[in-house]
Structure formats: structure tokens, C-alpha cells
């Protein structure tokens, strides 16, 4: 096969399946409306929402699952056939292919145990351990939920109010992404949703905020570095492929380095804040307790006894319940964002030490797993994958980070409580 023929291949097999999974909307489909919030708050917060499987099977998936399996069923034959079961673009769509039809099985099976159970195969467990022999997820909440309450004790990093009204934040927003996105080919619209849990959402090409809520300055300047330069930034990479277009869409494999990216990228520009953390180690402490059998009051009840507030602990547990049932098991994507920033943050290390930066830009060529970057210096190398047209701004010019990354290669050696040890007169 002649090299044209072979990016012609690649492009047509990657175009396939970005419209094969166009119709799969995954936090749509699992999503639970205000009347279970209205219910649960009207029975004083102590009976379990009402959600079973009928609840799911009134929201229709809006596309045949059957049709969808067999397309992509078709899509893994034709790239073996005409790629092979090792070329390294075709391994990447295989596993593409094989991970859409687990979440098939996966949105089939809302509203039963079995939805948990394939959750965990797709995004992971509380208890997966960093390395052989490591600290696991839920070490890592632990350890983060002990320094954030000796941090909030302390009363002197406060959340900041709420006042920035909806029709402002969506001006500001706007603003400040089309300063990073200037090309008017890949404008970034912001707009304005009823439909969304969080406050906001990343699409393809536009970020939405959700209609009733209220913001702070921080917390745009937040949304701008998570939803915008990474999520929608990585999107516009991937879509702009000359080949590999399939970057451009993400399966839940790719979430857990997707959601690591923007938890990274708002630590280092200095966008994030104590609770913005607490908010993230709650999810991963409610989805623990949520694998060991507690339920949706369960968790409720104790991120209440904790301190937070009534619509704080239940937009926390609707995260962590939605697609299963409130006795039957987590829904586990909310363990990415740490997971993922723990690796990211382990591979920059290792590719300061490594002397191999252009690994770097690489993280942002679209939606892929940290596992698929030696995979894309290969395609790069190749002429099938593209560097990316939009980078965050701290990442433009990587020599800051790599001064702070080659110190942190030696402050990682450091015995902390001997430094505690000898720090103890200064505190």
C-alpha cells in the first residue's frame, strides 16, 4: 500500500467511527431530572430518590443499540483488514471500537448492578493503585480530605461569593476564550443550558453554563482553563487532525487523562482552590464508600455531618449514583480527575528527566490515554498525526515547567515528616 493510500485508509476508517459514536451521549443518557431532586429534599432528605430502571427506560438512548454494535463491529473487521492487527493507528481504533461497544452494554444496563459493574471496567475503582504495590485512589482522597480540613480550620481561604449573575458570566466567558481561540474557523461559543448537573459542560466547540446558576471571578477563571483551553482545546486538536480524526472523540478511557490534564493545568496556572479540591476528593471518598455498599442517603448523610451544604451534598451524590440506582452501586468517571492528574504529573517528571519534551505538546493532539502518546510520536513521525494548533497558555513555553518539574524530581526524594521534623520551631 503506497503512503497515500494508507493516510487515505486511516482518515475514511477515523471518520467512520467519529460518526458511529455521534449519537452516544453518555452523561444524557444517565442523567436525573429536578423531579428527583424535588422529591428527595420534599421527603426530608431520608428516603432514597426515586430511581429505578423504568426511570432510565422513559429516557430513550435516541439510537439502536443493536445498529450501533454492529457498526462498530464492522469498523473493527474492515481496520484489521486493511491495516492490520498491529498497525499502531489501527490499534488505536480497534480499542475504540471494542471500548463503544462496553458502553453500549453499559447505557443497555441503566438502572441495574450490571451498570456499576461496567462502569468500573471503563473509568476504574476507588482502589486501583497508582503502581505495583502503591497508594490507591481512595489513599489519595484520604491523605487530600486531611489537608484540606487543617487548611479550611484555618479560616483564611474562603470561597468567594457567588454574585456574577448568568447573562455576565456567559459576556466574560466569551471574552476570555476568544483571546486563546482566535481563529475564526474554531470559534469556542459559550452558551446557556437547563439540561446540565454541573454549572457548566464542555462540547465539541462551546462551553454551557447552566441557566440557574450563580458565579464567582474565580470560578470563571477556572471554567476558562478546564472546560476551554483543555477540553474544548483538545477537541478542536483532534478534529483538525490531517489523518487520525478520531482524536477528536474521547470513550471513557480517555477521561481519566482528559480530566488529569484540566485538574493539572488549573493547578499550575493557579486557577484552582481548596474547594474546588474538597469538591473532587468528596466524589472520590462518596464513590468509595458507594463500592463498599453505602447508599445515596448514606453518602448524603455524611457529607452533611462534614459540613457541606444540602444542595452541595446532593449535586455531589447525583455524580456519583447517576445511571445506577441510589442503593446500587457508583457511577466511577468522578475518580478521573485525580487519577489522571497523579499520572500526568508522573510523566511530565519522567519526560523532564528524560530529556524528551515534544512528548508533552503531545497530550493535547486530541482525546487520548496517557498509554497512546508513544503510539502518537510514532503516527507523528509518520505524518498522520498533526502537533496542536492550540496549546494552554502556561504550556506555550515549556521552560517554566520544566525548572519547577526538575526541582520536583529531587523534592520528591525528601523525607517529608523528617522536614516536618526539623520545620516544627517555625510552626
Known sequence: MSHDRYRESVRELSDRIVAAQKGIRILDAI?????????FFAGGCRALPPVDRGYYERNRLGFDVDTLRDAFDRIERDVVARLGPVNPAGQLMIRMAR??????????????????RLAQELYGRSTDAFHAGGPSVADLAALLDGALRGIHAGM???EEP??????????????????????????????????????????????????????????????????????????????????????????????ITQEGLALLIEVISFRSHPARLRRVTDRIRGIHLAEQGATFVD????????????????????????????????????????????????????????????????????????????????????GLVAPPRYLPPPLLDLNALTAWMAYSNFLNRLDLAQVEADFAHLF
Open 31 to 39: 442523567k436525573w431530572d429536578d423531579r428527583i431532586r424535588e422529591a
Open 99 to 116: 471500548e463503544y461497544r462496553t458502553v453500549l452494554r453499559m447505557l443497555v444496563a441503566r438502572g441495574t448492578p450490571e451498570f456499576s
Open 156 to 158: 483564611f481561604l474562603e
Open 162 to 255: 457567588r454574585t456574577i449573575p448568568m447573562d455576565r458570566a456567559v459576556g466574560l466567558l466569551q471574552e476570555r476564550l476568544d483571546r486563546v481561540f482566535d481563529d475564526p474557523a474554531a470559534s469556542v461559543r459559550v452558551t446557556v443550558s437547563d439540561g446540565i448537573v454541573a454549572d457548566a459542560a464542555a462540547g465539541s466547540d462551546y462551553i454551557k453554563l447552566r441557566k440557574d446558576a450563580l458565579f464567582s471571578e474565580r470560578e470563571l477563571r477556572l471554567l476558562e482553563v478546564h472546560e476551554g483551553w483543555v477540553h474544548v482545546g483538545t477537541t478542536l486538536n483532534g478534529r483538525a487532525q490531517p489523518c487520525c480524526t478520531f482524536l477528536s472523540k474521547g470513550t471513557p478511557s480517555t477521561s
Open 299 to 382: 453518602v448524603f448523610r455524611q457529607l452533611r455531618e462534614e459540613g457541606r451544604g444540602e444542595d452541595e451534598a446532593y449535586t455531589a451524590c447525583v455524580r456519583i449514583f447517576r445511571g445506577s440506582t441510589p442503593d446500587g452501586g457508583p457511577f466511577t468517571k468522578d475518580l478521573s480527575y485525580s487519577k489522571g492528574f497523579v499520572q500526568i504529573y508522573n510523566f511530565i517528571r519522567l519526560a523532564v528527566r528524560r530529556g524528551l519534551l515534544d512528548r508533552i505538546p503531545l497530550l493535547f493532539c486530541g482525546k487520548l490515554k496517557l498509554e497512546d502518546v508513544g503510539t502518537l510520536a510514532e503516527l507523528r513521525s509518520q
